[in-house]
């Protein structure tokens, strides 16, 4: 009676927790052990445990000492320059509505004051009192 893992599903816990069974989770430890003992499972473990290996071999490259300062004078830069468009921008906004406010009374004025056809005539229409 064979209690262990299908092969495919210890690959995957395999490639998830590394070559050594202890590691993996509690409740499937004892079936793995069972599953280890056969050939395609030991060569799975041999693959992880190059990796683990590799994996282990590896340390952290050291921070340079300025690291900080330089980070800094990045970020300073880019929030001057950040701020430099946002003036530009907001300069071009002032400067388009004040524009489409000429535009617009130019435009009323062209409309709204034209000149009177006789002395009792008006923008708003003839104010003759009839007397004429």
């Known amino acids: ?29 004892q079936a793995a052990q ?9 060569d799975i473990i041999a693959g992880e445990k190059a990796l683990d290996i590799t994996l282990s071999a590896w340390s ?13 004078g990045i970020a ?3 929030g001057q320059q950040f701020i430099r468009k946002m003036k530009i921008w907001w300069a071009s906004i002032g ?11 130019a435009m009323a004025t062209v409309l709204f004051s034209q000149a009177p056809q006789s002395y009792s005539s008006t923008v708003f229409g003839d104010v003759d009192d009839g007397d004429n």
């Open 95 to 105: 400067i388009a509505a004040a524009l489409s406010g000429v535009a617009t009374g």
């Open 60 to 72: 952290v490259p050291a921070i340079p000492h300025d690291l900080e300062r330089q980070i800094s």
């Open 1 to 29: 009676m064979y209690d262990g893992l299908d092969i495919e599903r210890f690959r995957h816990f395999a490639e998830c927790y590394g070559a050594n069974i202890d590691c993996w989770p509690q409740e499937i430890r």
């Open 76 to 78: 300073t830069a880019s």
């Open 34 to 42: 069972l599953t280890a003992r056969l050939p395609e499972a030991r």
